[in-house]
């Protein structure tokens, strides 16, 4: 492995450093927040803790390991990602009104394949810029990709979230569109990051630029998609609890 060379080490550097804070504090904030919601939604609230959490030490690794210098590990980032992308998928499934008897079902077929998504996702990463295993890798992530996205609007979840009505209908809603916002980030990133990409050919970055785009596009996307998220998931977890009559003590 070698160090991970940047156009610009500053940005990086900042940008880890913010993930790190912004994991942290979520992570605390996510805990305590758990008895502002019913019993039936705080496995979505400690999920989001989770995620944070996850995130939180992953982006600590990664802030000191560039910080000291030391050879770049992309594994710390896929290493959250297989973790803390299943959560994500399960946690909206938990609030998104999905009957309970297909609930268990679609968490799992959405969990394996976030986990495909992001194990076929890796080799392509580490591949060679410009080569032809990084494109096809990335074409196999995509497939799984499309998949989840199919699901939140044309499958399962997204014939639950028709259902749904009111201020509660109008946050999953919301919730929906900041994920596909938020994941579209990524395989942009994906492609920027490849010096030797179309994309990246098209808007003539050089390779110090790549290496900063898709460092700093993974970073904005993780803190959108992590306490972000969180942040929505909450809000319909509390939106659900007060709908059912709970009350906080």
Known sequence: MEKLVTGNDQLVYNAFSFAVAAMAISFVYYLVSRSRVSPAYRSAV??????????????????????????????????????????????????????????SGLTTKLAVAALLMISTGYPGETAAAGSDASMIWFIVSMVFF???????????????????????????????????????????????????????????????DSSTLIQVGYTVADVLAKPGYGLLILGIAIARSKAEGYREA
């Open 46 to 103: 400690t999920m989001s803790a989770m995620i944070c959490g996850i995130a939180a030490y992953h982006y600590w690794r990664m802030f000191s390991n560039f910080a000291d210098g030391a050879p770049w590990n992309e594994g710390y980032r896929y290493a959250d990602w297989l973790l803390t992308v299943p959560l994500l998928v399960a946690e909206l499934v938990v609030v998104s009104g999905v009957a309970k008897e297909k609930a």
């Open 146 to 208: 499309v998949y989840i996205l199919w699901n939140l609007f044309a499958g399962e979840v997204g014939k639950a979230l028709k259902g749904q009505s009111g201020e509660i209908g109008k946050k999953l809603n919301n919730l929906r569109y900041v994920l596909l916002v938020t994941w579209s980030v990524y395989p942009i990133a994906y492609l920027l990051g490849d010096s030797e990409s179309f994309l990246a050919k098209a808007l003539d970055l050089s390779a110090g």
